[in-house]
C-alpha cells in the first residue's frame, strides 16, 4: 500500500472513529430537560428561601439542587444511551473514560468550593461565609463554563460556545448581579441549556 492511500485510510478511521463520539454527546433534548429541571430548582429555591428561615432553607434547597442535578445527568445519560444503541456504540469506551476525567476537576472544585462556604456559615455563622455565599451561583456558573469548554475538544463548536457563555456569565454574575442569584441561575442553567438543547436538536436532532 502507497503511502498517499494509508493516509487517506487512516483519515477515514479517525473520522469514523470522531463521528460517534461528536454526535452521541449531542442531545438536544437532554439540554432542554436539563434546563426545565433547572427552572424547577430556582423556583422551588426561592419558595424554600421565603417559607424557611436561613439554616433551614439551606438544608432543604441543597436537597433541590441535588435532585436537580441527578435528574439532569439521568436524562443525558439516558437519551446518550439510546443514541449510542441506535449507531451500534458499546455503553463504556476508553475515550469516555477521558471525557469523565476531563469533567471531573471542575466538577469537584466547585462542588468543593460550594461545600466550603456554606460550610462556613452554616457551622461557625460568619457573616463573611455569607457574604462568600452570595456568589455560589458565579462559582458554579464558572466551574461548569471551564467544564463544557474542555469537553468541547470532543464535541462539535455549540459545546465549546455553551460553555464560554457560562464563563461569561459567571464573570457578570460575580461584578453585577450577585444579590440575585435566582435570576442569575435561572437565566443561565435553565435559559442558556434550553436555547442551546433547541439549537442542536434543530442541526443534530436528538
Known sequence: MNPQKAAENLEVIRKLMERPIRFSTMSGLSAILAGAAALAGVLLDAHFWRRYD?????????????????????????????RERRQGMPPWSALKMRILLTMLGPFVAGAGLTVVIVGRWYLTGATDAWDQGLLIPAIWMLFYGVCLWQLGAFSPPEVRGLG??????????????????????????????????VIVYAKYGG
Open 54 to 82: 436561613a439554616r433551614t432553607a439551606i438544608c432543604v434547597n441543597v436537597a433541590v439542587w441535588a435532585g436537580v442535578l441527578a435528574a439532569a445527568l439521568a436524562g443525558v445519560l439516558v437519551l446518550t444511551r439510546l
Open 164 to 197: 464560554a457563555a457560562f464563563v461569561l456569565a459567571g464573570l457578570a454574575a460575580a461584578v453585577f448581579c450577585p444579590y440575585w442569584p435566582h435570576v442569575s441561575l435561572g437565566v443561565t442553567f435553565g435559559g442558556f441549556h434550553i436555547l442551546y438543547g
